[in-house]
């Protein structure tokens, strides 16, 4: 762990949590018996490759997406609300530093999609990337993955949907331009606040919030169907940003815009408590009591239904500013649909010659 005396910078965790699958771990509990400190943090970040046999997830649930595909696992963004820390010690890392520094890459992604795709089983639907973390990290620059990954989907014309909040998504302009042409892209832009201040501690590593209406601004001018998600809404910190956040979203060109409630899940709890009592103390104790009056008096939730907007006087009170918010600036949402007919196989195409 660190210092807590020390704030990382560049860091959107302060610590790393315990893992609750690993059986042992080095602690410094009495930290006034050691002569010098027992772990000196790597704040370098390492990637390493995983070579799963599928990846293409199917969800049980009804508020996320049917399917999902993660070319990566951890983020290097290091948002420090970001529920997908936790699925970061599946792999016997922490959900704290080690979600931002130890980044699993799947090389093998295209060619396994392009196999699922191949098979006559496959029954053509919207594939989200990313439901976990985002496609568009830095590391992304380098592998190209999620590039490659939208090559097969040009290939096969198969729909797909995209969240990120990294201009990076840019380099691929011409194979979105491709698949906007046959209604196959809709693409969400993640924006949860303007202020660049509390952007860079908040979500250290990310491009600012106006540079992610810039590339809303440049997908929509070049026909990629793009929509803003205000994600997530931390009441007492960026809450009061939803009426200017959605009026630059419809200027920008954006087709919707929807929000999401934070929730503090497991050890992502205990990260964000650690960073604002250490970002905020002035304000701490009182943004995580507005987060408890929304999910029924605990940090997290994970009701279905419930989780993504909470409930209770606060988060009907946000819900409210969100959708006279909607109604002043984007009075008219335009509607897409996924085109499911242009899917074709390589051999379906052979055989027209």
């Given at each position: 762990m660190s210092n807590e005396s020390e704030y990382i910078k560049g860091r959107g965790s302060q610590l790393n949590t315990k893992?609750?699958?690993?059986?042992?771990?080095?602690?410094?509990?009495?930290?006034?018996?050691?002569?010098?400190?027992?772990?000196?943090?790597?704040?370098?970040?390492?990637?390493?490759?995983?070579?799963?046999?599928?990846?293409?997830?199917?969800?049980?649930?009804?508020?996320?997406?049917?399917?999902?595909?993660?070319?990566?696992?951890?983020?290097?963004?290091?948002?420090?609300?970001?529920?997908?820390?936790?699925?970061?010690?599946?792999?016997?890392?922490?959900?704290?530093?080690?979600?931002?520094?130890?980044?699993?890459?799947?090389?093998?992604?295209?060619?396994?999609?392009?196999?699922?795709?191949?098979?006559?089983?496959?029954?053509?639907?919207?594939?989200?990337?990313?439901?976990?973390?985002?496609?568009?990290?830095?590391?992304?620059?380098?592998?190209?993955?999620?590039?490659?990954?939208?090559?097969?989907?040009?290939?096969?014309?198969?729909?797909?949907?995209?969240?990120?909040?990294?201009?990076?998504?840019?380099?691929?302009?011409?194979?979105?331009?491709?698949?906007?042409?046959?209604?196959?892209?809709?693409?969400?832009?993640?924006?949860?606040?303007?202020?660049?201040?509390?952007?860079?501690?908040?979500?250290?590593?990310?491009?600012?919030?106006?540079?992610r209406l810039k590339v809303v601004e440049t997908l929509a001018k070049n026909g990629i169907p793009v929509g803003v998600m205000i994600g997530p809404v931390i009441p007492g910190l960026n809450n009061t940003e939803i009426p200017e956040i959605v009026k630059q979203s419809a200027l920008a060109g954006a087709r919707n815009v929807n929000y999401i409630l934070v929730r503090l899940n497991d050890s992502v709890a205990d990260i964000f408590s650690d960073w604002i009592h250490k970002t905020f103390p002035d304000r701490a104790s009182k943004v995580l009591g507005m987060i408890k009056d929304c999910h029924g008096g605990t940090l997290g939730d994970s009701r279905v239904g419930v989780r993504m907007t909470g409930e209770g006087n606060i988060a009907e009170s946000i819900r409210q500013l969100f959708d006279i918010s909607v109604k002043k600036y984007l009075p008219v949402s335009a509607d897409f649909k996924f085109n499911l007919a242009a899917f074709k196989r390589p051999q379906d195409q052979l055989s027209l010659f």
């Open positions: 893992n609750k699958y690993r059986k042992s771990e080095y602690v410094t509990d009495h930290i006034e018996g050691l002569d010098e400190p027992l772990i000196i943090p790597d704040l370098k970040t390492k990637v390493t490759f995983e070579y799963p046999k599928s990846v293409v997830n199917k969800s049980v649930n009804a508020d996320v997406p049917a399917l999902s595909l993660n070319p990566y696992q951890g983020c290097e963004h290091g948002c420090v609300y970001c529920y997908a820390r936790n699925t970061h010690q599946y792999w016997g890392f922490s959900a704290g530093l080690d979600f931002e520094r130890n980044i699993i890459a799947k090389p093998d992604a295209p060619a396994i999609l392009e196999k699922t795709f191949m098979k006559k089983s496959w029954v053509p639907a919207p594939v989200f990337i990313s439901g976990n973390t985002d496609c568009y990290q830095p590391v992304e620059r380098d592998l190209k993955i999620t590039r490659k990954l939208l090559e097969v989907m040009v290939k096969f014309r198969h729909p797909v949907s995209l969240i990120t909040k990294n201009s990076l998504i840019l380099r691929d302009l011409d194979l979105l331009k491709d698949l906007a042409s046959d209604n196959l892209i809709h693409v969400m832009l993640s924006i949860n606040s303007l202020n660049e201040d509390l952007r860079q501690k908040m979500e250290p590593r990310t491009v600012t919030g106006k540079g």
